[in-house]
């Protein structure tokens, strides 16, 4: 009989660290589940714990050169949720499903990472422990996930579960984005055309102005030509500095959200925006509420899901939130109330959560709530379109405008000086 440490969570999603003697790894798991704990990590103690750890470092040190730091793409995921779902609903074993989904991708990060999760659980580890060590692969949410099914022998759901998640998560960050690329792509057309006019045509009026002796021009066309020998001979060029802008613009941006009150400050600033801060502030809610409805679907004690939904939301209003709400269940308070006092979500929201702590179907109350806020963030985003047309066009139609004009103002009095002085 051998000694295994384990760590565990109990059923108010407190963490336990003990001791117990099994036969093998698999009757450890067994007996801390009968306890009535989730396992989240079973090793032997002593010189073979030594060995295993020993053992799982070497896939770490090569994962991390896999993929050359870049993640796995959501549609790919995807699919290799759903097949080693299927796999798993037609009874192959766990490694025996991991070989033949490797052979069957693309040279990559995900069949490097395939490769080294063979390993590791060929050698004795479970496939959610040997995911963990490559979180550039699959994130603490699929971890965790896995580690469900697999606690409640019911990976192929979960999995499917699963797969079905991403897919509604890539589907409503894809209609955010989409609603993105219309006016940018408009945009940065509309300011070449007239970075282009100003830089090469508006010297050319410069020099037919002084040909024929304009000695002042008027404020507009003077305000034109001040802007295009700023864009051509300022120090440095303003050619440049308009190309360089939006790096320096983003890498600030970058730069601020390292820390945790400048990602705060920007978060809320962007929730305030008007149509646009109620896209972001919907698909902040319908992500966030997914993927918590999801972790309780799949048997993840309630405060680790908060901890993870919370770890994942990708919105620090929402993260300090759901933070105060971890806090106030572990203090024995319902879902609702931190959810209500925190005054960051509408009130059906509250409401459903609500019913969803009484009646018991928590999850199916949050699938709701994500489901219908799907629904509004379609609408705002069309919205976001129909207004954006109008409103480009007419900033466009006054840039062009206010270039014409100025452009031909002087060219008028010089009409009107000739045709007098003909008479």
């Known amino acids: 009989m051998a000694i295994f440490v384990y760590e565990a969570l109990n059923s108010s999603g407190q963490e336990v660290k003990d001791e117990l003697e099994a036969p093998n790894k698999e009757e450890a798991v067994a007996k801390?589940?009968?306890?009535?704990?989730?396992?989240?990590?079973?090793?032997?103690?002593?010189?073979?714990?030594?060995?295993?750890?020993?053992?799982?470092?070497?896939?770490?040190?090569?994962?991390?050169?896999?993929?050359?730091?870049?993640?796995?793409?959501?549609?790919?995921?995807?699919?290799?949720?759903?097949?080693?779902?299927?796999?798993?609903?037609?009874?192959?074993?766990?490694?025996?499903?991991?070989?033949?989904?490797?052979?069957?991708?693309?040279?990559?990060?995900?069949?490097?990472?395939?490769?080294?999760?063979?390993?590791?659980?060929?050698?004795?580890s479970t496939l959610s422990e040997a995911m963990s060590r490559h979180p550039k692969a699959f994130n603490r949410l699929y971890c965790n996930m896995v580690a469900a099914g697999e606690a409640g022998g019911v990976l192929d759901v979960i999995l499917q579960r699963l797969a079905d998640f991403l897919e509604k998560a890539q589907k409503l960050k894809s209609k955010v984005t989409g609603a993105m690329i219309y006016p940018v792509v408009v945009i940065t057309i509309a300011m070449t055309i007239t970075l282009l006019i100003v830089i090469f045509l508006v010297p050319q009026f410069e020099k037919i102005f002084k040909d024929f002796g304009v000695e002042k021009l008027p404020?507009?066309?003077?305000?034109?030509?001040?802007?295009?020998?700023?864009?051509?001979?300022?120090?440095?060029p303003g050619w440049f500095v308009v190309i360089i802008s939006p790096f320096i613009i983003f890498g600030t941006y970058k730069l601020i959200r390292q820390a945790y009150v400048g990602r705060y400050i920007l978060d809320t600033i962007t929730l305030k925006i008007p149509v646009m801060g109620g896209i972001v502030s919907k698909s902040g809610i319908a992500r966030f509420t997914r993927t918590l409805g999801t972790l309780i679907a799949a048997g993840v004690p309630?405060?680790?899901?908060?901890?993870?939904?919370?770890?994942?939301?990708?919105?620090?209003?929402?993260?300090?939130?759901?933070?105060?709400?971890?806090d106030s269940i572990r203090e024995g308070d319902s879902f609702a109330n931190p959810l209500r006092a925190s005054k960051t979500v509408d009130s059906i929201v509250v409401n459903m959560v609500d019913v969803g702590e009484e009646t018991g179907e928590l999850d199916k109350m949050l699938y709701k709530v994500a489901d219908n806020y799907d629904d509004e963030v379609d609408t705002l985003v069309a919205s976001l379109v129909s207004l954006l047309e109008p409103i480009l066009v007419v900033v466009l139609g006054g840039i062009v405008g206010f270039i014409v004009v100025a452009l031909y103002m002087p060219m008028i009095s010089l009409i009107q000086s000739l045709t007098g002085g003909g008479a």
Do not use: C
């Not at 404020?219 to 440095?236: K, R």
């Not at 405060?303 to 300090?320: C, F, P, Q």
């Open 32 to 124: 801390v589940r009968s306890l009535g704990y989730f396992p989240t990590k079973v090793v032997e103690k002593g010189g073979k714990k030594k060995l295993g750890a020993k053992a799982a470092s070497g896939p770490r040190k090569k994962a991390a050169g896999a993929g050359f730091g870049l993640g796995v793409k959501t549609k790919v995921l995807t699919q290799f949720t759903r097949q080693l779902s299927t796999l798993q609903d037609a009874g192959l074993p766990i490694l025996r499903s991991i070989k033949i989904l490797e052979q069957q991708q693309k040279p990559g990060m995900l069949k490097n990472v395939l490769n080294q999760i063979g390993e590791d659980v060929e050698g004795g």
């Open 302 to 326: 309630i405060l680790e899901a908060i901890k993870i939904t919370r770890d994942t939301t990708g919105n620090e209003v929402y993260a300090s939130m759901l933070n105060k709400v971890h």
């Open 219 to 236: 404020g507009p066309t003077q305000f034109l030509v001040d802007v295009s020998n700023w864009l051509i001979a300022g120090q440095p």
